[in-house]
């Protein structure tokens, strides 16, 4: 039988590369989509596995029970991606934030127990745990979020916990640094900065810019997803990332070079408040324990991800409709 797996978020970034991932040549997963096709979920996202036999879409929230009822119901396992994710729209307007990442995780979760679904993997991120000066998080680090978006996963993430430990539900947390790679909506730092340089445009940095993040390519995240849902263990947290660490001057410099533009182009703009000076995870669990390791190298596999914006034009979003969040990367 295949296993048959409900992928919230599916239309976004990560989701639209996870779900591609599961319907690889050979795979027997039969996938359903649940996402509300918000700003960030795109259904062009899909478009490689929109004819595959085994992939079927369903246009709802994870907020709504009845959906969320029915879709679950016939899930033998869960991948939550859905989310509001971006950390300066949840400055701005956090109600959102709590509603999708904290209610629709919750809604989603009692309807897993309820049809007694085998496996929940709660996507959540390593921004849980606050910044952090030297060295990297153990998963066992205490959560201190700053934003009202990581505070909202934070939310979701001991939810998801909880109804482990409640439960009995077998529930596996992710924390990942930042992702990159195509199809990311171009409000987070690096697709913003391309799409705005390709197209002659300034790009806004944030305060002194050394504000250090950790850098993962998403097929890594992809593949550490994989390896969590069938060799993870049930009520474990584990860390996700790269080890390569950048500043956002240091990342802005490589990007102005992959897009052949000069720091004439770079507008320094106020801090955004409450903003984290630096994120590390130990990643010594998923390595040990399930033997996963990044693939990519940052120095070609962000020359990939800007040749892939430049050749993809048609699918930047309608970037000015929010044109005042376009002066704030993200984390
Ligand atoms: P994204 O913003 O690109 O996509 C989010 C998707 O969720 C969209 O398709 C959107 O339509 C859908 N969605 C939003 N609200 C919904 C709702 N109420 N019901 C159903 N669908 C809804 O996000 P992403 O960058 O792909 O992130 C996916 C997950 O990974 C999130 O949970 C995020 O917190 C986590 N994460 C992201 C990163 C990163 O660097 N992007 C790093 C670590 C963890």
């Known amino acids: 039988m295949p296993t048959r797996i409900l992928v919230t978020g599916g239309a976004g970034f990560i989701g639209s590369h996870y779900v591609k991932a599961l319907l690889a040549p050979g795979s027997q997963a039969q996938v359903t989509v649940l996402d509300r096709l918000t700003y960030a979920g795109n259904p062009a996202n899909l478009d490689s ?7 079927r879409f369903v246009t709802g929230d994870v907020c709504d029970p ?5 879709v679950v119901a016939e899930a033998d396992e869960v991948v939550h991606l859905a989310a509001e994710t971006h950390v300066d729209r949840s400055i701005t307007g956090g109600q959102e934030f709590v509603r999708t990442n904290v209610l629709g995780t919750q809604v989603l979760l009692d309807a897993a127990v309820r049809h007694g679904v085998r496996r929940f993997v709660h996507v959540s991120t390593d ?12 998963e066992d680090h205490p959560l201190r979020p700053s934003s009202p978006y990581s505070a909202s996963k934070a939310s979701g993430d001991l939810l998801a916990l909880g109804y482990h430990t409640t439960h009995g539900l077998d529930v596996r947390v992710t924390r990942c640094c930042n992702n990159y790679g195509p199809r990311q909506y171009p409000e987070k730092i690096i697709p913003l900065f391309v799409t705005r340089l390709l197209s002659g445009r300034t790009v806004p940095l944030y305060g002194s810019g050394d504000h250090r993040r950790e850098w993962l390519h998403v097929e890594d995240h992809v593949t550490a997803l994989e390896r969590v849902r069938t060799d993870g263990r049930a009520g474990e947290i584990y860390n996700v990332g790269s080890g390569t660490e950048l500043s956002n001057t240091e990342l802005t410099g490589l990007l102005l070079e992959h897009c052949g533009a000069g720091w004439d182009r770079v507008e ?6 409450g903003h984290d000076r630096r994120y590390a995870v130990d990643t010594t669990k998923i390595t040990r324990e399930l033997g996963w390791a990044p693939r990519h190298r940052l120095t070609t ?17 309608r970037a000015d409709a929010h044109a005042p969040l376009h002066r704030s990367p993200a984390a």
């Open 49 to 55: 596995v929109r004819d595959h036999p085994g992939f």
């Open 66 to 70: 009845r959906t969320v009822d029915a």
């Open 127 to 138: 921004e849980v745990y606050g910044t952090l000066a030297h060295g990297s998080w153990p």
């Open 268 to 273: 320094r703009v106020p801090d955004r408040p």
């Open 301 to 317: 596999a962000l020359a990939e991800t800007v040749a892939w914006y430049r050749a993809h034009p048609h699918w930047w979003p």
